[in-house]
């Protein structure tokens, strides 16, 4: 089993910066491809990132590229989310997963609880 626990997220403002992080234990991350998904109010949870169990590979949703980073320190046991120029839109509780497989909603094996990121002035 793998228990992963996000940080990071709080009140920041339009354009401002953030960096996420998400620490495993149980098992080693190098096993699998991880991603960071989103759930804003009112709506339904999202992708927004992935990267593959070598870290060589990415995928971000339209909406961030340019402006999110996902990144992974197998050493650590632990996945970024670097998150620049954030905008309101971007506020949701962020939520870090673990995938054997594809890196999809349906398919991921271990969810976090969550961090909650806020962007207003």
């Known amino acids: 089993q793998v228990q992963l626990v996000e940080s990071g997220g709080g009140l920041v403002q339009p354009g401002g910066s953030l960096r996420l992080s998400c620490a495993a234990s149980?098992?080693?991350?190098?096993?699998?491809?991880m991603g960071w998904f989103r759930q804003a109010p009112g709506k339904e949870r999202e992708f927004v990132a992935a990267i593959s169990v070598d870290g060589r590979s990415t995928h971000y949703t339209d909406s961030v590229k340019g402006r999110f980073t996902i990144s992974r320190d197998n050493a650590k046991n632990t996945v970024y989310l670097q998150m620049n120029v954030l905008k309101p839109e971007d506020t949701a509780v962020y939520y870090c997963a673990a995938s054997r497989g594809a890196v999809v909603d349906y398919a991921m094996d271990y969810w976090g609880k969550g961090t909650l990121v806020t962007v207003s002035s």
């Open positions: 149980g098992r080693t991350i190098g096993n699998y491809g």
